[in-house]
């Protein structure tokens, strides 16, 4: 993420926005943005990563945004990520690699966050934990609307 100038080229439409139901889902990681926390009533200003993640399958996949505060008291949220997605084991002491996330993957749980826009309340996707690969379900499994798992995962 970038703030524009005055005259900066722009040509993104976005995509569309898909709610998905609340379940656990296979991701990829689409984009990671270095940005900063300005700090707020429980977390001081501190570097965070703003995450693109790529979540679940062919028609029932839509893009989610998450965010990892780089502050002690989220140390364990870290952890879950970066074990999530294999760049960790438990219990071992990790050198965070930032350049080496985009692409890739692993289970994510989503729910429904609630937030205001023009005066009215709206819902959106919302990361609440990422997954241990040990305790990944089945394609199958993490189906939510589904009873059949589809033959591959289209990212």
């Not at 926005?17 to 200003?45: H, I, S, W």
């Not at 760049?87 to 050198?95: Q, S, T």
Request: glycine letters at 8%.
């Amino acid at each position: 993420m970038a703030a524009f100038n005055w005259d900066s080229e722009i040509k993104n439409d976005g995509g569309e926005f898909k709610l998905l139901e609340p379940g656990v889902y296979p991701f990829r990681v689409k984009k990671l943005t270095k940005d900063y926390y300005n700090g707020g009533k429980t977390v001081p200003p501190c570097p965070k990563a703003s995450l693109l993640l790529h979540v679940g399958y062919g028609a029932e996949a839509s893009d989610v945004t998450d965010g990892l505060l780089l502050d002690d008291s989220l140390e364990w949220k870290l952890c879950q990520f970066f074990t999530c997605i294999g760049m960790r084991k438990h219990g071992e002491a990790l050198r965070m690699d930032w350049d080496a996330v985009e692409g890739k993957t692993g289970w994510v749980e989503i729910e429904h966050r609630d937030y205001i826009k023009d005066g009215e309340t709206k819902k959106a996707n919302q990361v609440v934990k990422y997954i241990d690969p040990q305790d990944a379900p089945t394609p199958a499994q993490a189906q939510p609307k589904q009873t059949q798992a589809p033959a591959s995962m289209s990212w």
